[in-house]
């Protein structure tokens, strides 16, 4: 019985966010629909695993071929919402010829079971998936065997591809947060990216699992439990992420076309000269302490380009390459600076009341850059005055 619900875990764990992405499914946006496609997926590829560690041979004809399709749609899933929620690309059709290799390999294994008798069948199911060792002494079990060495080809092909590219994806839209807003709490996909090396890492452990043979986990019951609870904890937070993601590219999009696009135009005689780079930035930096512009907590570099009478494009590489930092980083710098001057000025101020006349909406966006700019926690560098 206990058996029975550990390996069930890491399956209840995507059903759970099934339900919950269902009841909000004709209100989600595309990126949430896509997501809940995803958990489904997954729910199916640990439904599989339950057959095989529960030991339902009777059903492994079918599971298995469910399992392939799962277990090879997952990733690219996985992407087509990484691409949709950092790149605001809208998913057509032709987008889903991700899904092909998926589709191609299971059809494929299934076909191969209906060619295979049911002596072969039940053969190859006790022997290939729980012992490892038997003899490929029929076509049906010789190309059953094929097909499964190329699924694990395929899905390692995709575990890399999906990698490389989503934090790619990921890299470039943190990148253009950076640059744009000032404050990047739960704009940044810090958290996607978390997304992405958790499903890596179960992945990774799966592979390890396939690898030493479902019959050695079956047989240590003592490994079994704590790779499931882990499998289970990993999917449930994907899907607490998941859940949580509120900013995209759509809503960056939005910003930055309700702002002009362009301030005056740069004297032509300084354009693209590194004097006048390096004046842009001497006058960026003035114009923020001056003002104290840098405590509006939803300051943005479209606020700064008519001020400066430049466009966001020489802004950027003003504060990008001549500065060598991003736009936040640089407010960031410029707020721990005024709250430790906050600090040195009237020690009993507390952290909170210093985080909002800082310019910060959170605490923890307080926490997370104080540490970063100084070293140490707002608490520690204020104890130490």
């Known amino acids: 019985m206990i058996e029975a619900i550990v390996t069930t875990f890491p399956m209840f764990a995507c059903l759970f966010w099934c339900c919950f992405f269902l009841m909000e499914y004709s209100s989600c946006d595309s990126g949430k629909r896509l997501f809940f496609f995803f958990m489904l997926t997954a729910t199916f590829l640990y439904l599989g695993h339950c057959c095989y560690f529960n030991k ?47 589709a191609c390999v299971s059809i494929s294994i299934g076909v191969t079971y209906a060619y295979m008798t049911k002596d072969e069948s039940d053969y190859f199911a006790g022997n290939y998936f729980y012992s490892g060792s038997y003899d490929m002494k029929t076509t049906g079990i010789w190309l059953q065997t094929r097909l499964h060495q190329l699924a694990a080809i395929v899905f390692s092909a995709e575990l890399t591809l999906v990698l490389y590219f989503g934090e790619r994806h990921i890299s470039r839209f943190n990148k253009s947060v950076n640059d744009y807003y000032s404050d990047t709490e739960n704009k940044t996909f810090t958290r996607m990216r978390n997304l992405l090396i ?10 390890v699992v396939n690898l030493l043979g479902k019959s050695y986990f079956i047989n240590h019951g003592t490994l079994l439990a704590p790779l499931s609870l882990l499998f289970g904890t990993f999917l449930f937070l994907i899907g607490y992420e998941g859940h949580k993601r509120t900013f995209t590219a759509k809503e960056m999009t939005s910003d930055t076309e309700a702002c002009s696009e362009f301030g005056q135009s740069p004297d032509p005689q300084k354009e693209h000269t590194s004097d006048y780079f390096r004046d842009l930035s001497i006058r960026l930096v003035s114009i923020l302490r001056e003002e104290q512009l840098f405590l509006l907590p939803d300051l943005k570099i479209s606020d700064l380009t008519s001020r400066l009478q430049t466009n966001r494009n020489y802004l950027y590489q003003a504060i990008n390459v001549q500065m060598g930092t991003s736009f936040s980083e640089l407010i960031n710098r410029l707020r721990i600076e005024y709250a430790q001057e906050l600090m040195k000025e009237d020690r009993s101020l507390s952290v909170t009341e210093v985080c909002i006349r800082s310019g910060y909406l959170s605490e923890s966006s307080f926490y997370r850059n104080f540490k970063q700019v100084s070293g140490v926690s707002p608490k520690k560098w204020h104890q130490s005055l």
């Open 56 to 102: 339902e041979y009777s059903l492994i004809p079918l599971t298995d071929t469910v399992y392939s399709f799962a277990n090879l749609a997952v990733f690219p899933i996985f992407f087509l919402y990484i691409k949709w929620v950092t790149t605001n690309a809208s998913i057509s059709p032709r987008n889903w010829w991700v899904l092909l290799p998926a």
């Open 198 to 207: 958790y499903f890596v890492i179960i992945s990774c452990l799966s592979f």
